[in-house]
């Protein structure tokens, strides 16, 4: 980190991951934003990870033009042309994303943040999940899709919500 940048601190009591089993949520975003969308000007930028006695903390970049959901909500809607600029980098982020063998699971305005340049940012990775390759599928029966709930009730794609399985077009959805 550079001395005077400001940063986000992401601090998650140790505790309370444990009870709530978070810890394999905290170990995917970390290993996405460590290996997988490192470089894309389109997601969060990881900076690091420290922990205290109580939390463990999560350093991203600040994205100061705040939460797209709020931006869209202040505003009562936005431009087209402002949802095609958004809608263009998010498939860019999302690009990365599979390309590096991860689906999102829980894309919404909520996970999208906004720059102070304004350009949008896919943030929390903690429920991406897997991408089952070609040669998976090959090995394994017909059927190689994943089938666990996650993301949010409001966003979930049909697929998910009526247990029929789904690749990484779930994120497309």
Avoid: W
């Avoid at 986000?8 to 905290?26: C, D, F, I, T």
């Avoid at 943040?113 to 599928?137: N, P, Q, W, Y």
């Amino acid at each position: 980190m550079i001395p005077g940048v400001k940063v986000a601190v992401k601090a998650m009591s140790k505790r309370a991951l444990v009870e709530h089993g978070h810890v394999p949520y905290l170990h995917t975003e970390i290993t996405v934003l460590m290996h997988v969308v490192l470089g894309s000007p389109f997601c969060v930028k990881y900076l690091g990870v420290f922990e205290t006695n109580s939390s463990i903390c999560v350093v991203t970049e600040l994205l100061s033009g705040g939460v797209l959901f709020d931006v869209i909500r202040s505003l009562g809607g936005i431009p087209v042309k402002h949802a095609r600029f958004y809608l263009a980098e998010l498939v860019l982020a999302l690009e990365k994303l599979h390309d590096g063998g991860y689906m999102h699971r829980d894309l919404k305005p909520e996970n999208l943040m906004l720059s102070a340049a304004g350009h949008l940012k896919l943030i929390d990775f903690g429920v991406c999940g897997r991408i089952t390759t070609g040669r998976e599928r090959e090995s394994k029966s017909r059927e190689a899709k994943r089938r666990t709930f996650c993301g949010t009730a409001e966003y979930v794609s049909p697929e998910c919500l009526y247990n029929q399985g789904y690749t990484q077009a779930v994120d497309l959805g």
